[in-house]
């Protein structure tokens, strides 16, 4: 446990660091940090066709926002350097024609509409899909002859018979029917190796102890034991944590679910709150408390004590967790991280002003904007006759009033309101709407006075 070795290996296929991942990235990182081991980042961007070019680089600035370092990955680099499999293909070949000498994987030069019929006809007599071995008996040196010269796959030579077993840390052992696993390809007609290839190979030389991936992976892994078995090497530890769900229990989606971190990110959510929320997925503390820190998870995680049960993934939740987040920041924490989500120039006394009126309001950062507009871009709404007669008695009052302090400003109002009998709420709504345009906002008669009261009354007598 000394050695605990950790990665997540995201695809540059999506927009950016899917919050699935960052789920899986968070047990990854919490496991080796537990164990004072690595944690690392390698980038799996062998599928040339969905590669998205700008995705890396938003991966890595995502796991940077949300603080978890890595050890060693593409832009840091580290021991077993290039984190990237892209720039990696000579050591697949290398391992791919090591399984060819050893009769564990075979050369296969079926083309694509061979395999498209054969596809139909196990489709139509409803078997599963699956290479039937066609070009497995070929002679070595004849396939190698062809090989030279003619369009090619390698792929896995699965044992037909027996069974291959996993000991899975979350799920204990699971076994699977050789006679259902597919012969993989392993490296394509481009050169490139496919996941499970590479995975493999890159998973041992980079030494990584512990595969902590999503549940999806478990149909994968059989193949990945078989492999592991063909190189005589020994088998990491493996973990599939059950996967996120909309709260429909349907597998998290676009559809449903801001799934790309950069939303999160963009939307306010801080990163302290949004790893306690996918801390309680899965897991829950000891002492059952749904709030803590990462390095309290990091003292109190347990692998084995994770459920299998679908964990629901609710925006609702998440939001509330992140206003509690937002409360305890000091004002001045509160207002550096503000700044990032007003514009440039914001003036940041009135910033440093308003952040503790709005901080017991507040779900998100970009809520602030909001509680901001009247400050900054005031816009005036019409009023009903009534308000503005309500309206109009208040600056009768007002005008007279020193100091413009909040304390005084709710007095008199509050004595007026109960000299002319009218409906506290509805006043005051008055009041509200005619000096910051909104029907929502900060606390009134603070706004009163940080407004002050040249331009609070100047607002009064234009709604008029
Ligand atoms: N490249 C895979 C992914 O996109 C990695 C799966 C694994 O962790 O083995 O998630």
């Known amino acids: 446990m000394d050695r605990?070795?950790?990665?997540?290996?995201?695809?540059?296929t999506g927009d950016d660091l899917?919050?699935?991942?960052?789920?899986?990235?968070?047990?990854?990182?919490?496991?080796?940090?537990?164990?004072?081991?690595?944690?690392?980042?390698?980038?799996?961007?062998t599928d040339r066709l969905r590669f998205v070019p700008q995705t890396e680089a938003r991966i890595l600035a995502s796991l940077r926002w949300l603080g978890l370092a890595y050890d060693e990955g593409p832009d840091i680099g580290g021991a077993y350097a290039p984190y990237r499999q892209s720039e990696r293909l000579p050591i697949y070949q290398k391992y791919a024609l090591k399984l060819i000498e050893a009769?564990?994987?075979?050369?296969?030069?079926?083309?694509?509409?061979?395999?498209?019929?054969?596809?139909?006809?196990?489709?139509?007599?409803?078997?599963?899909?699956?290479?039937?071995?066609?070009?497995?008996?070929?002679?070595?040196?004849e396939a190698r002859r062809r090989a030279s010269v003619e369009p090619n796959v390698i792929r896995l030579n699965v044992p037909e018979k027996g069974e291959t077993i996993f000991s899975d840390m979350i799920r204990g052992k699971i076994h699977?029917?050789?006679?259902?696993?597919?012969?993989?390809?392993?490296?394509?007609?481009?050169?490139?190796?496919?996941?499970?290839?590479?995975?493999?190979?890159?998973?041992?030389?980079?030494?990584?102890?512990?595969?902590?991936?999503?549940?999806?992976?478990?149909?994968?892994?059989?193949?990945?034991?078989?492999?592991y078995w063909a190189f005589g090497?020994?088998?990491?530890?493996?973990?599939?944590?059950?996967?996120?769900?909309?709260?429909?229990?349907?597998?998290?989606?676009?559809?449903?679910?801001p799934v790309w971190t950069s939303w999160y990110r963009e939307q306010g959510y801080l990163p302290e709150a949004l790893l306690n929320y996918l801390g309680t997925m899965t897991w829950s503390m000891p002492d059952g408390r749904d709030k803590f820190s990462l390095s309290e998870m990091i003292e109190a995680f347990d692998i084995k004590k994770i459920k299998t049960t679908?964990?629901?993934?609710?925006?609702?939740?998440?939001?509330?967790?992140?206003?509690?987040?937002?409360?305890?920041?000091?004002?001045?924490?509160l207002a550096s991280r503000l700044t990032t989500y007003l514009p440039k120039g914001t003036d940041?006394?009135?910033?440093?002003?308003?952040?503790?009126?709005?901080?017991?309001?507040?779900?998100?950062?970009?809520?602030?904007t909001h509680y901001l507009g009247p400050f900054v871009a005031f816009k005036p709404v019409p009023l009903s006759t009534q308000e503005k007669n309500i309206t109009r008695e208040f600056i009768a009052e007002f005008e007279l009033l020193l100091p413009w302090k909040t304390q005084q400003l709710e007095l008199t109002a509050k004595k007026l309101v109960t000299q002319k009998n009218w409906k506290l709420r509805e006043a005051f709504m008055a009041l509200r709407q005619a000096v910051t345009g909104e029907k929502i906002g900060l606390p009134l008669f603070e706004t009163l006075e940080l407004l002050g009261k040249k331009e609070a009354l100047l607002r009064m007598r234009q709604a008029l």
């Open 310 to 333: 679908a964990p629901i993934f609710d925006l609702e939740k998440l939001s509330w967790l992140n206003g509690q987040y937002i409360r305890e920041l000091s004002t001045k924490e």
């Open 233 to 257: 090497w020994t088998l990491p530890y493996f973990a599939h944590l059950p996967l996120l769900r909309n709260p429909d229990k349907s597998k998290l989606s676009k559809r449903k679910n």
């Open 103 to 141: 009769g564990r994987a075979y050369y296969c030069f079926c083309s694509s509409e061979r395999l498209e019929k054969l596809r139909k006809s196990q489709h139509e007599r409803k078997l599963p899909t699956m290479y039937d071995g066609h070009c497995k008996e070929i002679p070595l040196a």
């Open 348 to 368: 940041t006394k009135l910033i440093n002003k308003l952040a503790p009126l709005a901080q017991p309001r507040m779900k998100t950062l970009t809520e602030f």
């Open 4 to 12: 605990v070795r950790t990665r997540i290996a995201p695809s540059p």
């Open 18 to 45: 899917h919050v699935g991942n960052v789920y899986t990235a968070l047990f990854n990182y919490i496991w080796s940090k537990k164990h004072k081991g690595k944690f690392i980042v390698r980038i799996e961007d």
């Open 176 to 227: 699977f029917q050789n006679a259902v696993l597919d012969d993989q390809v392993l490296i394509k007609s481009d050169g490139y190796p496919t996941y499970h290839l590479a995975v493999v190979i890159d998973d041992y030389l980079m030494q990584v102890t512990h595969v902590i991936r999503g549940e999806d992976w478990i149909s994968s892994t059989p193949k990945h034991v078989i492999l």
